[in-house]
C-alpha cells in the first residue's frame, strides 16, 4: 500500500530563511505527487504537482524517484506562507474508470517568524 | 475562478441519527471524491464517484456511508446512523480528468456528533 510520510510536524523559520518541507513516499507504481497548503480556516488548495515542474508563489519541488522524495523548497518564506502544508500522493483506481485517490502525509504546519 | 460549493459548514447530530452532507462540485467536472479529517488526523480518501456510480471506496466507507447525485449538480454524503467517532472535517472534492490535474476542494463540513 502507498505512504506518504512528512516528517515535521512543525517548522519554524524567520522570514527571509530559505524553507524545506520534507516528504517521502513509498509506493510500488510510477507516482504523481502533489503539494496541498491550507491557510488559515480556508479549503485545502492544490499548490503543485510535479508532472507541471511550475513554480507557484516562489515554491518549487522536485520528484527524485532514488530518494523516493518530493519535498517542496522555497528560498526566501514570507510571512504568508505561514500555513499547513500537506503532500499527496495519487493512485488511479481499480476499476479503470479514471478517477483516483490521494493518500496524504499528516502535514507540516509552517510559521514564519516576522 | 470555480469553486467547489459544501454545505452546512458546521453539522452537529445526536449519536444514532442521520445526517446528509451536501456538495456542489464545479460543473464540467466529471470525477466527484469525499475525504474525511478527524481531528490531529491526516485528510483520508473515503470515496470517489465517475458516470453515476461509485468508481473506488475506502475501508471507511461501510456500510453506513452512501453517496448520490440526485440531481445533477449536488453530490451528497449520507451516514446513516452516525457514531461519535465519525466526528470530523468532511471535505468534498472534484477533478476535471484523470490523474494528475489535481482536485478542487471545498470548505469542508465539520460534523460533530454527541
Known amino acids: 500500500a502507498q505512504r506518504v510520510t512528512q516528517p515535521e510536524k512543525l517548522l519554524s523559520v524567520f522570514k527571509g530563511a530559505p524553507v524545506e518541507l520534507k516528504c517521502n513516499y513509498s509506493y510500488s507504481g510510477s507516482p504523481e505527487l502533489f503539494w496541498y497548503v491550507q491557510y488559515s480556516r480556508q479549503r485545502l488548495q492544490l499548490l503543485l504537482r510535479h508532472i507541471s515542474r511550475e513554480s507557484i508563489k516562489g515554491f518549487t519541488a522536485d520528484l527524485n524517484k532514488g530518494e523516493t522524495s518530493f519535498h517542496l523548497k522555497k528560498p526566501f518564506a514570507q510571512e504568508e506562507d505561514s500555513a499547513m502544508y500537506y503532500c499527496?500522493?495519487?493512485?488511479?483506481?481499480?476499476?479503470?474508470?479514471?478517477?483516483?485517490?490521494?493518500?496524504f502525509g499528516k502535514g507540516t504546519k509552517l510559521s514564519v517568524i516576522p | 475562478e470555480p469553486e467547489v460549493t459544501q454545505t452546512p459548514s458546521h453539522q452537529v447530530t445526536q449519536m444514532g441519527q442521520e445526517v446528509i452532507l451536501r456538495c456542489v462540485p464545479i460543473?464540467?467536472?466529471?470525477?466527484f471524491y469525499w475525504y474525511r479529517q478527524i481531528l490531529g488526523q491526516k485528510v483520508e480518501f473515503l470515496v470517489s464517484?465517475?458516470?453515476?456510480?461509485?468508481?473506488?471506496k475506502s475501508e471507511i466507507f461501510d456500510d453506513q456511508f452512501s453517496v448520490e447525485r440526485p440531481d445533477g449538480s449536488n453530490f451528497t454524503l449520507k451516514i446513516r446512523s452516525t457514531k461519535l467517532e465519525d466526528s470530523a472535517m468532511y471535505f468534498c472534492?472534484?477533478?476535471?480528468?484523470?490523474?494528475?490535474?489535481?482536485?478542487?476542494f471545498g470548505s469542508g463540513t465539520r460534523l460533530t456528533v454527541v
Open positions: 499527496a500522493l495519487s493512485v488511479g483506481d481499480n476499476s479503470g474508470a479514471g478517477s483516483y485517490q490521494l493518500t
Open positions: 472534492a472534484s477533478s476535471e480528468s484523470r490523474q494528475g490535474s489535481g482536485y478542487t
Open positions: 460543473s464540467n467536472h466529471l470525477y
Open positions: 464517484f465517475y458516470n453515476n456510480e461509485i468508481s473506488e
